[in-house]
């Protein structure tokens, strides 16, 4: 008998998830290690998606797993308000020597969404203290993701998850997103095409009056609305447009934070120096749930020294820089340095890119994207809506003890930074042998 007939699914309400085909054939994962999952019928399952583009360093990975058993047996939590502990600077100082020169300030959340809150935010807090309260616009891309809050909802640009939820934030607008099958179809890396679609920022701000906008928020690659690279040159010309409106720029670097490009953060691998960074997943390998807002340090200057009242930012969370998160983020690391995962990642993305670009020519594939270790598999529907066959050959690569993630009519692929190439192979081969037996 399964473990799982034993089990109650009736209360626990899973997000993001169809909740009544999943308690009909439910998946459940009972232990981790390194690039494999466990299920609760004993199978070893490949992960091809590091949990949700998070489990960096690998599941379970012993040193995380020591710095976080230690810490919560030594200070289990410190009052955040007023007090800190040691940890919290030191982690500030390791990553911002992973940041752009500049972007030097650290402000600690929970989760994706609540940086994104926080950076929004206190882009308004900084015009505000300039003087300058009338900047309160905000500008987001379609099929952006930024998070589950009103804010991150009301900027980003995936419809099903805008749409049950009222007006939003007023004063937001969109920049057209950047994909185009007809001409970028399986572009390897940043597609030369596109780059024209930046100046409509232009236009958005011709509209809207550039002096009533506080920020532009990106993810510098867009992940879950699809892994849609950046053309050439266009997140530099965002950059140019921002600075000559006076704009702060926002990289959501959630999923292209530590190393997922093969670099410290997206805007290191492209050169483009936005004005905050938002960041989570990789920052502690999903082991504690942690994440953060780097700020240029004109943003803080500007906050502490224009701030009428002793507290500058009415802003922050109970568990802004927990003890046990910090621990985790210092551990996290180390072991991207001490094992050269970067590196890594670096040296895995021609074999992934290879890998994923042999899909191409399965039924229904009109599109193979792919940057660093993260990438996508595209439906067209013919045979089979794409929005059935994507999930359906999520399943068989589950069957066949491969996970990757499907959303809309796509899958995404995404594995930890210490994935090996015959890892990869296997990964893209179950891709390949799904799509040809349920289409
Ligand atoms: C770019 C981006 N921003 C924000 C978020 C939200 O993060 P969380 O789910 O931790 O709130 C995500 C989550 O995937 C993301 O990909």
Known sequence: MKPQENLNLDNYWLPFTANKNFKANPRLLTSANGMYYKTDDGKDVLDGIAGLWCTNAGH???KIVAAVQNQVAELDYATAFNMSHPKAFELAERISALTPDGLDRIFYGNSGSEAVETALKVALAYH???GEGQRTKFIGREKGYHGVNFGGVSVGGITPNRKSFGPLLPGVDHLPHT???NHMAFSKGQPEWGLHLADELEKILMLQDPSTVAAVIIEPV?????VIVPPKGYLERIREICDKHHILLIFDEVITGFGRLGDAFAANRFK???DMITMAKG???AMIPMSAVAFDNSIYDQLMEGSETPIELFHGYTYSGHPVACAAGIAT????EEEGLFENAQKMEPIFEEALHSIKGSNQVIDVRNIGLMGAVHFGS????????APKVFQHCYDNDVLVRFSADYLVISPSLIVEPSQIERIAEAIKVAIKSVS
């Open 272 to 274: 483009v120096k936005p």
């Open 333 to 336: 690391l180390d072991v991207y």
């Open 222 to 226: 867009v992940g879950s609305g699809g």
């Open 128 to 130: 505000a203290s300039k």
């Open 179 to 181: 994909w185009d099958p």
């Open 283 to 285: 920052l502690t390998s």
């Open 60 to 62: 379970c990975h012993p």
């Open 382 to 389: 013919d045979k089979i809506p794409a929005t059935e066959l």
